[in-house]
């Protein structure tokens, strides 16, 4: 199984991005999918989650607000979308899934997000 990232580019700040992830190989229904993030220099900060039982959402402080996290269950993919970006929104960010908080088992291959100012 593999998780797939995609929409990651170039934006100017104050404009808006959505990152989508798909799973690939056999059927994957990881119970919890989130985003992590790493910008150059600095630690990976959890972003985001969604626990696909009962919608519980999670929001790091840096995001909430401005960013989406949601999921399509008949397609198992899973979204953030991106609003009122930042240039310290600048980073690679990675698709992740696990069984509890913060998902960790599995990681995509990232997808880079560069904010311009």
């Known amino acids: 199984v593999q998780l797939i990232e995609s929409g990651g580019g170039l934006v100017q700040a104050g404009g808006s991005l959505r990152l989508s992830c798909t799973a690939s190989g056999r059927t994957y229904t990881s119970h919890i999918r989130g985003w992590f993030r790493q910008a150059p220099g600095k630690e990976r900060e959890y972003v985001a989650a969604i626990r696909q039982s009962n919608h519980y959402t999670y929001y790091s402080d840096s995001v909430k607000g401005r960013f989406t996290i949601s999921r399509d269950r008949s397609t198992n993919t899973v979204y953030l979308q991106m609003n009122n970006l930042k240039p310290e929104d600048t980073a690679v960010y990675y698709c992740?899934?696990?069984?509890?908080?913060?998902?960790?088992?599995?990681w995509g291959q990232g997808t880079q997000v560069t904010v311009s100012s």
């Open positions: 992740t899934g696990g069984s509890s908080l913060p998902p960790r088992d599995t």
